[in-house]
């Protein structure tokens, strides 16, 4: 399995949008993608911006091309979702699951 790890920041005010956001539109509609396993969400409020990373995981890096492209590097960000973030990670990072929560 692959984990493919990405952060991305929004505003102290943006950040309850982005959330909602992740969880009824963006996370939700990955439940489609070939190989998709699910994800972990996490969020870490800060003092001027909240900071917001996810852990998606998918069966092969095949799997993993076919939703984000060739250059399966590059950060899928949604043009809903640019505009809650102040900011973000360009590019994910991928590693093999070597362990996972039973």
């Not at 949008?17 to 963006?26: D, G, I, K, M, N």
């Not at 949604?78 to 994910?92: C, G, I, N, V, W």
């Amino acid at each position: 399995m692959i984990s493919r790890y990405w952060r991305g920041w929004t505003t102290l005010a943006n950040a309850d949008a982005y959330e909602q956001l992740l969880r009824t539109e963006v996370l939700p509609g990955f439940h489609r993608i070939k190989g998709y396993k699910g994800a972990y969400l996490l969020r870490r409020d800060l003092e001027h911006e909240v900071e917001f990373a996810t852990i998606t995981f998918f069966d092969t890096m095949d799997d993993v091309r076919d939703f984000a492209g060739e250059r399966y590097e590059t950060a899928v960000v949604p043009p809903a979702a640019r505009k809650l973030l102040s900011h973000f990670d360009e590019t994910s990072l991928h590693y093999d699951t070597l362990l996972k929560p039973a």
